[in-house]
């Protein structure tokens, strides 16, 4: 089976702090995704990678940056951590970029920032 | 943006009886996924249906896909307690290739 890890499920930081995400998947898959979850919004996509050091703005990337460096691990990083990026924050893998592929999600981190 | 929206936003049943969920969606796409979300957790990917088909079967579940109408319906048969989640519709558009558009869910309560 697929495992996707997520480094916390629960982090409270400072508004200002730097926030590193760290997620990890154990299948040898190309893609890696983030997302964040807000009630009433769904899920919207902040960056995903397709490679190594390859990354793709999702559709809110603003306040947010990533990390690729191993194929294996996808960071997503808060520069300067706001109170508007309190969240739940979702990491997702899949095999190839082939459409049908399947996302496989970690079990989420849920972020407050204060 | 938002791609696909889910109707009902919430919906509860008792355990036995069938439940209906649909998603419109508002551009040509490449298939269309369905995804349960248990409380705090991580979506699990339960169906997908290409652009080309027009329902699917798993299990309990069974999927409808009008491409003419931009709708999708996901029928949990027999539910049982167990299946009381968010229920999630995510689009491939067209013109992407593996970005997934996520609505914003439906959320199952199946009472014992």
């Known amino acids: 089976d697929v495992k996707v890890t997520q480094s916390s499920r629960y982090l409270v930081k400072r508004t200002g702090e730097k926030v590193f995400l760290e997620c990890v998947q154990d299948?040898?898959?190309?893609?890696m995704f983030w997302y964040r979850q807000d009630p009433g919004l769904g899920l919207r996509l902040i960056y995903f990678?397709?490679?190594?050091?390859?990354?793709e703005k999702g559709d809110i990337p603003e306040g947010y940056s990533v990390s690729r460096e191993k194929k294996e691990r996808f960071s997503l990083i808060l520069e300067s951590a706001s109170t508007n990026q309190t969240s739940m924050y979702l990491c997702?893998?899949?095999?190839?970029?082939?459409?049908?592929?399947?996302?496989?999600f970690g079990p989420g981190t849920r972020l407050t920032v204060l | 943006s938002q791609q696909g929206e889910e109707d009902p936003q919430a919906l509860s049943i008792q355990e036995g009886e069938n439940a209906t969920m649909n998603c419109s969606y508002k551009?040509?796409?490449?298939?269309l996924q369905w995804y349960r979300q248990n409380s705090g957790r991580g979506l699990v990917h339960l169906i997908l249906?290409?652009?080309?088909?027009r329902e699917k079967h798993s299990g309990r579940l069974r999927v409808t896909l009008d491409t003419s109408k931009k709708s999708s319906s996901l029928l949990i048969t027999a539910s049982r307690a167990a299946d009381t989640a968010s229920y999630f519709c995510?689009?491939?558009?067209?013109?992407?290739?593996?970005?997934?558009?996520f609505g914003k869910g439906t959320l199952l309560t199946v009472n014992p």
């Open positions: 997702a893998s899949s095999l190839t970029e082939l459409t049908t592929d399947t996302q496989y």
């Open positions: 299948m040898d898959h190309e893609n």
């Open positions: 990678s397709y490679d190594v050091k390859m990354k």
């Open positions: 551009t040509s796409i490449n298939n």
């Open positions: 249906i290409r652009s080309n088909e």
């Open positions: 995510a689009t491939v558009d067209g013109g992407s290739n593996y970005k997934l558009t």
